[in-house]
């Protein structure tokens, strides 16, 4: 077997390593605290029994080496050496403080007195209320309810434990690797957590993993399990369809993430069905979208990232202000990117800030400051109404627009031919796809409308649409990060000229306008213009003005009508908002 050698190379033979303690027991061998005589450097040392290994015992210690060897990322534990002997075969990483498993057992028992100087990484108080969460597990069937009033561990902790396991299964997965066996104790820190807060994750043990194009893998390894259609991994952490056998996919290890999070969260695995209430709708939700049953409706690993329970606060940056009125609500993205809901009814409102996690609430002349993570229960009602708001502005916001030429044709068994116009991926990264069919109507199907009754080339186009899109927005988003240029909304591709609609004008046309607010031009004619305070004018060639006020009011005036001051001060804005539509729409007056 070869070696994989670092600047400073590891021994090749068992004679170069002291071996100073077993740190732990992986799959197929165990696992000593070393130092290489050679470097003088720390590592750890698998030993792995072959005398007694068979046949499959042999395949998997040769595909654990064949796709760890390859693996180069800071997130996953690295393999510097492999060599054997006559009695084992060696395996040098990199050595690591502890396990997840290690750490989580810590925290819960986080009155031992080592942890004490460093306590602000646990949540305090959670020791009663883990004892009340350990009583109130209450088992019915295969049906598990548990009130959950305080997580063991503190967002700030889950956050970085969490992005840095995704982190590493994006390398992972881009690099055509399923892990198949993610659970706390082959999730390992780098550091003592207790000692740096700055810790950092690593992936280990690759005994299970999957190379899903087999190119890296020594011959007829996977000849006996194909498709990765075996039952494997650890009671607590597998997904649905590995335990029925349907097939192993990236979607298993999203699974297996959720599984994590929700021990990090609870200190137990999850079983039967879950019920989270009483858990943080952050947690909740995220928890309930890595744990979906069926694979194609489980969050992806890129969305994991994105959550505001990872991001740490509403992500708002690319959104533009808006003023909306229902009758129960007044809702408002403000230019600060600060998102603020008033309840009518009862006169209350919560403000929710889009570059930090500070939450405000008001009510009968009191207002309270809050973090994401210590907003009250009673609260939490209005932190849903926010984030549902923001998340239908993501998905009405694009950031990448691909514009095709008219030959993209598709030809499809049950829609017919079909060609593509248009590709968005939305801020929510839901993906639409329009198109045109052979009557020239036009018509939008977007990621989460497509059945699996479509037609297989329209589904696979749609897909091939959907991964250039994210190609395109990780490269402008990595050359943000470096830059610090806006680079958002990415337009790729000439828009083709549509066909006049009375007056020249173009439809359902808008922009936002600094100061003003958004102006539209509908396929009518008719200009819209939303001002920032929630009032509303429209009008056109040969429509009356018709003024909303903040509250939902309307007035209509004709030609001949005296207008009001208020009404007259927001018209006076109108010219310069179409004028500027104008310009960018490219209209001719």
């Given at each position: 077997?070869?070696?994989?050698?670092?600047?400073?190379?590891?021994?090749?033979?068992?004679?170069?390593?002291?071996?100073?303690?077993?740190?732990?027991?992986?799959?197929?061998?165990?696992?000593?605290?070393?130092?290489?005589?050679?470097?003088?450097?720390?590592?750890?040392?698998?030993?792995?029994?072959?005398?007694k290994?068979?046949?499959?015992?042999?395949?998997?210690?040769?595909?654990?080496?064949?796709?760890?060897?390859?693996?180069?990322?800071?997130?996953?534990?690295?393999?510097?050496?492999?060599?054997?002997?006559?009695?084992?075969?060696?395996?040098?990483?990199?050595?690591?403080?502890?396990?997840?498993?290690?750490?989580?057992?810590?925290?819960?028992?986080?009155?031992?007195?080592?942890?004490?100087?460093?306590?602000?990484?646990?949540?305090?108080?959670?020791?009663?209320?883990?004892?009340?969460?350990?009583?109130s597990?209450?088992?019915?069937?295969?049906?598990?309810?548990?009130?959950?009033?305080?997580?063991?561990?503190?967002?700030?902790?889950?956050?970085?434990?969490?992005?840095?396991?995704?982190?590493?299964?994006?390398?992972?997965?881009?690099?055509n690797?399923?892990?198949?066996?993610?659970?706390?104790?082959?999730?390992?820190?780098?550091?003592?957590?207790?000692?740096?807060?700055?810790?950092?994750?690593?992936?280990?043990?690759?005994?299970?993993a999957?190379?899903?194009?087999?190119?890296?893998?020594?011959?007829?390894?996977?000849?006996?399990?194909?498709?990765?259609?075996?039952?494997?991994?650890?009671?607590?952490?597998?997904?649905p369809?590995?335990?029925?056998?349907?097939?192993?996919?990236?979607?298993?290890?999203?699974?297996?993430?959720?599984?994590?999070?929700?021990?990090?969260?609870?200190?137990?695995?999850?079983?039967?069905?879950?019920?989270?209430?009483?858990?943080?709708?952050?947690?909740?939700?995220?928890?309930?979208?890595?744990?979906?049953?069926?694979?194609?409706?489980?969050?992806?690993?890129?969305?994991v990232?994105?959550?505001?329970?990872?991001?740490?606060?509403?992500?708002?940056?690319?959104?533009?202000?808006?003023?909306?009125?229902?009758?129960?609500?007044?809702?408002?993205?403000?230019?600060?990117?600060?998102?603020?809901?008033?309840?009518?009814?009862?006169?209350?409102?919560?403000?929710?800030?889009?570059?930090?996690?500070?939450?405000?609430?008001?009510?009968k002349?009191?207002?309270?400051?809050?973090?994401?993570?210590?907003?009250?229960?009673?609260?939490?009602?209005?932190?849903?109404?926010?984030w549902?708001?923001?998340?239908?502005?993501?998905?009405?916001?694009?950031?990448?627009?691909?514009?095709?030429?008219?030959?993209?044709?598709?030809?499809?068994?049950?829609?017919?031919?079909?060609?593509?116009?248009?590709?968005?991926?939305?801020?929510?990264?839901?993906?639409?796809?329009?198109f045109?069919?052979?009557r020239?109507?036009?018509?939008?199907?977007?990621?989460?409308?497509?059945?699996?009754?479509?037609?297989?080339?329209?589904?696979?186009?749609?897909?091939?649409?959907?991964?250039?899109?994210?190609?395109?927005?990780?490269?402008?988003?990595?050359?943000e990060?470096?830059?610090?240029?806006?680079?958002?909304?990415?337009?790729?591709?000439?828009?083709?000229?549509?066909?006049n609609?009375?007056?020249?004008?173009?439809?359902?046309?808008?922009?936002?306008?600094?100061?003003?607010?958004?102006?539209?031009?509908?396929?009518?004619?008719?200009?819209?213009?939303?001002f920032?305070?929630?009032?509303?004018?429209?009008?056109?060639?040969?429509?009356?003005?018709?003024?909303?006020?903040?509250?939902?009011?309307?007035?209509?005036?004709?030609s001949?009508?005296?207008?009001?001051?208020?009404?007259?001060?927001?018209?006076?804005?109108?010219?310069?908002?179409?004028?500027?539509?104008?310009?960018?729409?490219?209209l001719?007056?």
């Amino acid at each position: 077997m070869d070696s994989n050698c670092d600047e400073e190379e590891f021994g090749e033979s068992i004679n170069e390593y002291e071996l100073r303690k077993e740190i732990g027991v992986g799959s197929f061998g165990r696992v000593f605290e070393a130092v290489c005589i050679t470097n003088k450097k720390q590592c750890a040392v698998k030993v792995i029994d072959i005398r007694k290994a068979n046949l499959d015992k042999v395949d998997r210690i040769n595909a654990e080496i064949s796709v760890h060897l390859r693996l180069k990322h800071e997130n996953i534990c690295e393999l510097y050496a492999v060599f054997q002997d006559s009695l084992n075969v060696y395996l040098v990483l990199e050595l690591c403080w502890g396990t997840l498993s290690d750490f989580l057992k810590m925290a819960i028992d986080y009155n031992h007195t080592a942890l004490r100087p460093n306590i602000n990484i646990l949540n305090v108080n959670s020791d009663s209320q883990l004892t009340k969460h350990r009583h109130s597990v209450k088992k019915s069937g295969d049906i598990i309810k548990t009130a959950f009033t305080k997580h063991i561990l503190p967002f700030a902790t889950i956050r970085r434990i969490i992005k840095q396991i995704c982190t590493g299964l994006h390398y992972l997965h881009r690099n055509n690797i399923i892990h198949r066996d993610l659970n706390l104790k082959n999730v390992l820190l780098k550091l003592n957590p207790f000692e740096k807060q700055d810790f950092i994750v690593k992936i280990a043990d690759f005994g299970l993993a999957f190379d899903t194009k087999y190119d890296h893998v020594p011959r007829d390894i996977f000849k006996r399990f194909p498709k990765g259609k075996t039952i494997c991994g650890t009671p607590g952490y597998i997904s649905p369809e590995v335990w029925s056998q349907d097939g192993v996919s990236t979607a298993s290890d999203v699974f297996s993430v959720g599984s994590l999070l929700y021990a990090l969260v609870t200190g137990v695995t999850p079983r039967g069905e879950l019920d989270l209430h009483g858990m943080h709708p952050f947690l909740s939700d995220l928890i309930g979208k890595l744990l979906k049953s069926e694979p194609s409706k489980r969050i992806t690993v890129d969305d994991v990232m994105s959550h505001p329970l990872i991001v740490g606060h509403l992500l708002t940056t690319r959104l533009s202000p808006i003023c909306k009125l229902t009758k129960s609500l007044q809702l408002m993205l403000t230019e600060e990117g600060d998102v603020k809901i008033l309840f009518l009814k009862s006169h209350s409102t919560i403000e929710v800030s889009g570059v930090n996690d500070k939450v405000v609430v008001c009510s009968k002349n009191k207002s309270s400051t809050f973090t994401l993570e210590s907003l009250p229960e009673c609260h939490w009602k209005k932190l849903i109404y926010v984030w549902r708001f923001v998340d239908l502005l993501k998905s009405r916001n694009a950031k990448v627009i691909f514009h095709l030429h008219e030959n993209n044709i598709v030809r499809c068994a049950i829609r017919g031919n079909l060609t593509v116009v248009k590709c968005c991926l939305m801020e929510n990264n839901t993906f639409e796809v329009t198109f045109l069919n052979t009557r020239s109507e036009k018509f939008t199907l977007n990621s989460q409308l497509l059945k699996s009754r479509d037609d297989e080339r329209l589904m696979a186009l749609v897909k091939k649409y959907r991964e250039n899109c994210i190609e395109i927005e990780q490269r402008m988003k990595k050359f943000e990060d470096e830059s610090g240029v806006n680079s958002f909304p990415v337009i790729i591709g000439k828009k083709p000229k549509h066909k006049n609609l009375g007056g020249g004008y173009t439809s359902d046309f808008s922009i936002t306008v600094d100061g003003i607010g958004s102006v539209s031009l509908k396929s009518d004619g008719v200009f819209k213009v939303q001002f920032h305070d929630g009032s509303i004018i429209t009008t056109g060639d040969k429509t009356p003005i018709t003024f909303q006020s903040p509250v939902g009011e309307t007035k209509r005036f004709k030609s001949n009508d005296v207008l009001p001051k208020y009404v007259l001060q927001k018209l006076a804005l109108v010219p310069k908002a179409i004028e500027e539509l104008r310009k960018k729409s490219l209209l001719k007056s």
